[in-house]
């Protein structure tokens, strides 16, 4: 009985010292649920506005709710009394070391985020980066996905995508071709470039604006070289230029004029023998 009454009292004197600690610490852990819990719908709301990718969007949100959720925990366990300072630096610790272990696909994470966010290419581009080129699969935290036009499969860490040069063939409508054609030196310049026009007004994807052109660029070895640069939508790039490649020789070869490829002429000179006396 004297036990039951000494643990009644001891109880008692808990509640009177740490009562008002407790209400307030889980009146504080309630309130705080809440509005992380705001903070983190408003934070989803402003990425879904702005058209933020969504596995970054929900890597984000997630990763913001984590940290909101973990200070508010140590925060109220600090108010009814209990030591956080080790437990922060265990933490702090960990973190550390977890961090030197990973940098690399740290690297390629924030290589990531920073894609995911600039987007300085989308799924569907085609791209040119880290000495590969194809069309980008997938945008991954950690990595990007290429198909190549062979058919290959590139993964590519997002680490030195982010910190390197990026070349984008898909982000403007319209590009230019341009080519390279030569002729013999005894053939008509003047013919030659009216083939070369009457091939491009003849394929419809060439845009007459801006105008195409044809320039005698140089008087090189073996040939004169003209080069042509005409203007179509980025999806007919190829196609107009394996097809004029086509069409210039087949009418070249039909029109009598020559495409010259490099030649050497070698001459022999014979020399005496040298006379010998007896």
């Not at 290589?111 to 080129?133: A, T, W």
């Amino acid at each position: 009985m004297e036990m039951i009454e000494e643990n009644s009292e001891k109880i008692i004197e808990f509640g009177l010292i740490y009562g008002a600690d407790l209400v307030l610490a889980l009146l504080v852990l309630f309130i705080g649920f809440w509005v992380i819990k705001r903070v983190v719908a408003l934070m989803r709301a402003a990425m879904i506005r702005k058209e933020v990718d969504v596995t970054l969007r929900r890597f984000l949100v997630n990763l913001v709710g984590i940290i909101l959720k973990a200070l508010l925990i140590i925060s109220v366990a600090s108010m009814i009394g209990v030591e956080t300072t080790s437990f922060i630096a265990i933490i702090g610790a960990a973190g550390l070391a977890i961090g030197l272990a990973l940098q690399g696909s740290l690297a390629n994470f924030a290589g990531g985020v920073l894609l995911l966010m600039f987007r300085p290419y989308k799924v569907g581009d085609f791209i040119e980066s880290q000495g590969h080129s194809g069309t980008v699969y997938a945008i991954q935290i950690f990595t990007t996905i290429l198909k190549t036009p062979d058919n290959k499969t590139v993964f590519i860490p997002n680490g030195p995508i982010a910190n390197g040069s990026i070349t984008n063939y898909s982000t403007e409508e319209t590009r230019r071709v341009d080519m390279v054609f030569g002729i013999g030196y005894d053939d008509d310049i003047d013919k030659a470039k009216k083939i070369l026009q009457s091939l491009i007004d003849a394929d419809e994807r060439i845009f007459k604006d801006p105008a195409p052109a044809i320039l005698l660029a140089e008087l090189a070895n073996s040939s004169v070289n003209f080069k042509v640069r005409t203007w179509v939508k980025s999806q007919d790039y190829w196609g107009v230029f394996f097809d004029m490649h086509e069409a210039v020789k087949k009418t070249f070869d039909k029109e009598g004029v020559s495409i010259p490829y490099p030649q050497q002429d070698v001459h022999l000179h014979q020399v005496p023998a040298a006379s010998t006396g007896q």
